[in-house]
């Protein structure tokens, strides 16, 4: 590796400014010379990167494959009086990881010497939560712990292990981050059918027991794994974000995208178990259909944030993901009334519309050519996507119409649901699209 390499790289990781970096080594104030470990590759990095893979895989695609938990609460006696607050669960928990992310974001880059302390601390509260969960009894008591519990812990560790990877990855970063968000995928073509079987044969107040410790044994032993790339030190200084960024067009036009596109992102794996089983489809079918999504998003997130890290340019890469998925959604959800149908949707949707969100590592990029903005473009991105996870519940609440017709358009009953998912997809296109239209016509006239 090149001193310009490392230089860039120190830079991009929000590293101290009275740090000098030279090489493989960091000269601190003192004059003590550390050598650095290799970024990009090496037993370190892939170290770190596997056991972020492994906590987002679990610990995320927990809440993703949460529709099959609603269509479970949905029909338990205890929970009829409250069945329209059932969605808002699985919405919270993930919208307070994607709203809250500025702030932790914000925590990490402030104590980088305590990234392993909020890990430590996040990772019980998400176990204890579920564990609160199964004594709950009733949806609001579900709300608090399954929800908003779940959540600010799920919320607590993520960011300081985003931070520790972003160090250990600087020209594969796009591959890195995609992994990472595919890796909840891979979780989700087998959990649905695990959580379809513990609820039907224990229940949900044992099956969330059984999660949490799952949850506790199969990462437990991996938290001692994460460890930052450069070390931290109580006398550093924490080197300043440029905000210029903000003064950036481009940057509000994918800001704005990804906006739009957050209003119909979550609905399909929210309600495609529920609309499976509104046409006759078996539960089983739903946990399928979900299975599907997350093969599809695993392949699109790695395809699209590989491909991100090459010359491609983002901005075609993310209007290809709008319309394909804002194509699928109209059609073959929207007038799919069998398995087969509602299967090419998942493969569909899970690929294109996931892809789409792998895609915020380079979006940043493209706004700016500085590396230092890298992490805080990519935790305002997803606070703006989770604005739509916490609409979830209001917005389907108004969409949906109370009755079913199988021979309707998307069932009658989600037809506002399916037509918000494809119009916002078609509408983030266009955003991006035009803007870029725009500028090529605006060069044009002025040559």
Same mark, same amino acid.
């Given at each position: 590796m090149?001193?310009?390499?490392?230089?860039?790289?120190?830079?991009?990781?929000?590293?101290?400014?009275?740090?000098?970096?030279?090489?493989n080594?960091?000269?601190?104030?003192?004059?003590?010379?550390?050598?650095?470990?290799?970024?990009?590759?090496?037993?370190?990095? !892939?170290? %770190?990167? /596997?056991?972020? =893979? +492994?906590?987002?895989? #679990?610990?995320?695609?927990?809440?993703?494959c949460? @529709?099959?938990?609603?269509?479970?609460?949905?029909n338990?006696?205890?929970f009829?009086?409250?069945?329209?607050?059932?969605?808002?669960?699985?919405?919270?928990?993930?919208?307070?990881?994607?709203?809250?992310?500025?702030?932790?974001?914000?925590?990490?880059?402030?104590?980088?010497?305590?990234?392993?302390?909020?890990?430590?601390?996040? !990772?019980? %509260?998400? /176990?204890?939560? =579920? +564990?609160?969960?199964? #004594?709950?009894?009733?949806?609001?008591?579900?709300? @608090?712990?399954?929800?908003?519990?779940?959540g600010?812990?799920?919320?607590?560790?993520?960011?300081?292990?985003?931070?520790?990877?972003?160090?250990?990855?600087?020209?594969?970063?796009?591959?890195?981050?995609?992994?990472?968000s595919?890796?909840?995928?891979?979780?989700?073509?087998?959990?649905?059918?695990?959580?379809?079987?513990?609820?039907?044969?224990?229940?949900?107040?044992?099956?969330?027991?059984?999660?949490?410790?799952?949850?506790?044994?199969?990462?437990?032993?991996?938290?001692?794994?994460?460890?930052?790339?450069?070390?931290?030190?109580?006398?550093?200084?924490?080197?300043?974000?440029?905000?210029?960024?903000?003064?950036?067009?481009?940057?509000?036009?994918?800001?704005?995208?990804?906006?739009?596109?957050?209003?119909?992102?979550?609905?399909?794996?929210?309600?495609?178990?529920?609309?499976?089983?509104?046409?006759?489809?078996?539960?089983?079918?739903?946990?399928?259909?979900?299975?599907?999504?997350?093969?599809?998003?695993?392949?699109?997130?790695?395809?699209?944030?590989?491909?991100?890290?090459?010359?491609?340019?983002?901005?075609f890469?993310?209007?290809?993901?709008?319309?394909?998925?804002?194509?699928?959604?109209?059609?073959?959800?929207?007038?799919?009334?069998?398995?087969?149908?509602?299967?090419?949707?998942?493969?569909?949707?899970?690929?294109?519309?996931?892809?789409?969100?792998?895609?915020?590592?380079?979006?940043?990029?493209?706004?700016?050519d500085?590396?230092?903005?890298?992490?805080?473009?990519?935790?305002?991105?997803?606070?703006?996507?989770?604005?739509?996870?916490?609409?979830?519940?209001?917005?389907?609440?108004?969409?949906?119409?109370?009755?079913t017709?199988?021979?309707?358009?998307?069932?009658?009953?989600?037809?506002g649901?399916?037509?918000?998912?494809?119009?916002?997809?078609?509408?983030?296109?266009?955003?991006?699209?035009?803007?870029?239209?725009?500028?090529?016509?605006?060069?044009?006239?002025?040559?």
């Amino acid at each position: 590796m090149s001193c310009t390499e490392v230089q860039e790289a120190d830079v991009e990781l929000q590293e101290r400014s009275q740090i000098l970096v030279s090489h493989n080594d960091v000269v601190d104030e003192r004059g003590t010379s550390q050598e650095l470990k290799p970024v990009d590759g090496g037993r370190d990095a !892939w170290t %770190v990167l /596997i056991a972020g =893979l +492994v906590f987002e895989a #679990f610990f995320w695609g927990y809440p993703v494959c949460f @529709g099959v938990f609603q269509n479970y609460y949905s029909n338990q006696p205890e929970f009829r009086d409250s069945s329209s607050d059932i969605a808002l669960i699985g919405t919270i928990a993930q919208g307070l990881a994607n709203l809250g992310a500025p702030f932790s974001a914000m925590l990490s880059k402030r104590y980088p010497k305590y990234l392993r302390h909020l890990i430590w601390t996040g !990772w019980p %509260v998400c /176990i204890l939560s =579920l +564990v609160a969960a199964s #004594f709950s009894t009733s949806v609001s008591g579900l709300i @608090g712990t399954q929800g908003v519990m779940y959540g600010v812990g799920f919320l607590t560790l993520t960011y300081p292990i985003a931070n520790m990877i972003n160090e250990w990855w600087v020209a594969r970063k796009g591959m890195a981050f995609g992994l990472i968000s595919a890796s909840s995928g891979v979780t989700g073509a087998f959990l649905p059918f695990v959580m379809d079987y513990l609820l039907n044969r224990y229940g949900w107040r044992t099956t969330l027991r059984i999660c949490a410790v799952a949850l506790a044994v199969l990462t437990g032993p991996l938290v001692p794994l994460f460890k930052s790339r450069l070390p931290a030190s109580e006398s550093a200084a924490v080197a300043k974000t440029n905000w210029t960024f903000l003064k950036r067009p481009l940057f509000w036009v994918y800001a704005l995208a990804i906006l739009i596109q957050g209003f119909g992102f979550y609905f399909p794996s929210v309600f495609l178990p529920s609309y499976a089983a509104a046409i006759g489809i078996p539960p089983v079918g739903g946990a399928l259909l979900l299975a599907l999504m997350s093969v599809a998003q695993v392949l699109g997130q790695f395809a699209f944030g590989y491909l991100s890290d090459k010359t491609l340019p983002v901005s075609f890469l993310t209007v290809t993901c709008c319309i394909a998925a804002s194509v699928a959604s109209s059609t073959f959800w929207g007038f799919g009334k069998s398995v087969a149908l509602l299967a090419v949707f998942s493969l569909l949707y899970g690929f294109f519309g996931y892809g789409f969100g792998t895609m915020r590592v380079a979006m940043g990029r493209a706004v700016s050519d500085d590396p230092s903005i890298v992490i805080p473009t990519y935790s305002i991105f997803i606070f703006l996507q989770g604005i739509g996870n916490v609409l979830v519940g209001p917005l389907s609440a108004a969409l949906m119409n109370p009755s079913t017709e199988r021979g309707e358009f998307a069932a009658g009953k989600y037809g506002g649901v399916v037509i918000l998912t494809s119009s916002s997809y078609f509408l983030a296109a266009v955003i991006i699209g035009g803007w870029h239209g725009y500028q090529r016509l605006f060069s044009t006239i002025t040559r």
